[in-house]
């Protein structure tokens, strides 16, 4: 009788593919929400209340949470 001791991954190939593609898209949002500051202290920037930093990018922040707990919880066995 042989023992095939052969280490079975927790998640699949596509599981990590998926993992992968949410976390870029959270560095995506975070990288919309950068910027918009002033080099000047007393000088007040109206930039920071753009829609891209105040609605797209942390809608797209969620989106990339939430593909990666869909990445999470697929489940590779069923085909």
Do not use: C, H, W
Request: aromatic fraction near 12%; hydrophobic fraction near 45%; avoid cysteine.
């Amino acid at each position: 009788m042989e023992n095939n001791n052969k280490p079975e991954f927790l998640f699949d190939k596509l599981n990590y593919k998926v993992l992968l593609i949410g976390l870029a898209v959270i560095a995506l949002g975070f990288i919309l929400m950068s910027g918009g500051g002033s080099e000047d202290p007393n000088v007040f920037n109206e930039e920071i209340f753009s829609f891209r930093r105040i609605r797209l990018a942390p809608a797209v922040v969620l989106l990339g949470f939430g593909i990666t707990i869909y990445s999470i919880l697929k489940n590779p066995k069923k085909q």
